[in-house]
């Protein structure tokens, strides 16, 4: 039986049936908005990459009925469920080609607010570091919450997927926010008002910012590089094309400032190294290579780079990714690909020193620390497993494990607080946020403030005295809490928030938060 689909142009037959060639229905009807590329447009990029990242309907769903709060209308009028799955599984083919994107295309991405005017004093009477940013993911948003009141100051538009933590100047007054796509957007949160947005890769994992807050560094999977930014100007300072030793390109995991060496630390995927390049302009050099010295008649080691940006190689024996840093930025613990193990690096000497055992994928990027009975440890949850493994810094030991009701994504805590709070993101207790105490590690009460709704991640306030909670739903809130007594105060209706970020606990980088 021939099927009808929207244009004959775009349909052609195989043994007796009418199929839909999907390159042409995705440039008859999707190209004008997502780039003929499939790389973005005035919508986002179309791509493997970015849509396996995405929770929350299927992609032949989203074709058929388009996405509430954005101007992705639905198809089902115009393409049937043939069609729509045959351009559901196109979208899911990888693109065929990466167009360059280096320098260049960046800067020419850049766009500047036109409205934006820089003011000499915040524009509001909170107080400016204690301000909360709560990521709603729900219709791509972020709303500037008072830290002591929980008015809500500004509330603007973010580019399509934002993924992982905004980043934050020293001096807490701007901050960038990355989305999938690779926009990296700067906010000024004194004036509550955008300052401008470019387009750093074409998909990204997150964003790092260095100590003296100058540059941004972006890791980005397409193409395989690492873009540094400066943060004032949002100019290009530099693109590293990421080839690991043996000239195998990489796409980059992630990249994290490291405040006590003045460096960005950047895990590699495809290659077993770990990058750290240098954000202080006094580096030493690097030495990559020698050389036979004709003239001294001697071998002589050749520095590679030294300065601003100098570039390191840390060699290990498999990728590792999903990092956590010691408070002193000696070591990282990442993990390893058989999802069993954390593999701890020492940073100084540049290799492996150990292996922990820790079954059931542990969320290392999630962990945090504390001190314990004087030792410092560290937990992380699981992303396989309903457990909270805990972990002596100092021995690098797995010292306890603490059952909870489920796999969970995120851990907090703050230094003012006996605390630390763990939601269980996954299966049928994703209602369910733990709170346990920090020395005896009992869970001493389970909150389900809305039952059957995910409830997932929390962030302090600069004093530590109030946890906010959000329920991870598209007419979800953020739930304030007493984090003495844990009773609720507040609930304030977002869509969908994901992360909130604490400016006073970033830039001073507390202990129980993420970095
Ligand atoms: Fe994330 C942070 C990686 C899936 C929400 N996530 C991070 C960071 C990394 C990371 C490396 C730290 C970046 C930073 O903040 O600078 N995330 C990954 C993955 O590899 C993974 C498992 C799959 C993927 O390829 O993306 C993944 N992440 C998700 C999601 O599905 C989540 C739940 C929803 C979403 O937005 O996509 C999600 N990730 C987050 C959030 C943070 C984050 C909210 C910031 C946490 C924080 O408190 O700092």
Known sequence: MIRFIISTSIAFLIGGSALADPAALYAENCAACHG??????????????????????????????????????????ALDAGARAELAAYLKTPVAEVPPW???????????????????????????????????????????????????????????????????????????????????????LWSLAEVGRLRAGLNSRNIAISKDGKHLAVANYLPNTLTILSTADLTVEKVFEVVGKEGVPSRVSAVYQAPTRDSFIAALKDVPEIWEIATDPE?????????????????????????????????????????????????????????????????????????????????????????????????????????????????????????????????????????????????????????IDKQTLEIVRTLRPQPGATVAHVEFDRDGEHALVSVWEDDGAVIVYDARTLEEVR?????????????????????????
Request: net charge negative.
């Open 102 to 188: 280096g320098p260049e295309q960046i800067t020419a991405s850049l766009s500047w607010n036109p409205d934006y005017a820089a003011a000499t004093q915040p524009v509001f009477s909170a107080d400016p570091l204690n301000l909360f940013l709560v990521v709603e993911t729900g219709d791509h948003h972020v709303s500037v919450l008072d830290g002591d009141t929980f008015e809500v100051l500004d509330r603007f538009a973010t580019p399509f997927a934002v993924h992982g933590g905004p980043k934050f100047t020293p001096d807490g007054r701007f901050v960038f926010i990355m989305s999938r796509d690779g926009w990296v957007q700067k906010y000024d």
């Open 491 to 515: 609930r304030l209706p977002m869509r969908k928030p994901s992360g909130k970020y604490n400016i006073w606990n970033k830039i001073t980088f507390s202990e129980g938060t993420s970095h």
């Open 283 to 435: 580096a030493e050099p690097v030495y990559e290579g020698f050389i036979h010295s004709r003239e001294k008649g001697m071998v002589e080691a050749i520095a590679s780079s030294e300065g601003l940006f100098a570039r390191r190689r840390i060699v290990i024996s498999e990728p590792l990714d999903d990092f956590f840093f010691d408070p002193a930025y000696r070591h990282l613990v990442g993990a390893a690909r058989d999802g069993a193990r954390g593999v701890i690096v020492n940073l100084n000497v540049g290799r492996e020193i150990a292996d922990l055992p820790l079954p059931g994928m542990p969320h290392l990027g999630s962990g945090i620390s504390w001190l314990r009975d004087g030792k410092r440890v560290m937990a992380t949850p699981h992303l396989r497993e309903g457990v909270l493994s805990v972990i002596d810094i100092e021995d690098w030991q797995v010292t306890d494990r603490i059952e909870t009701l489920g796999p969970g994504f995120f851990l907090r805590s703050h230094e003012n607080t006996p605390y630390l709070w763990s939601d269980v993101f996954f299966g049928p207790n994703r209602d369910a946020m733990h709170v």
């Open 36 to 77: 003929a590329d499939r790389l973005g447009g005035t919508g986002p990029a179309l791509i493997p990459e970015t849509l396996k990242r995405l929770r929350g309907p299927a992609l032949d769903t989203v074709i058929a009925e388009g996405r509430a709060a954005t101007q992705m209308p639905g198809f089902a009028d």
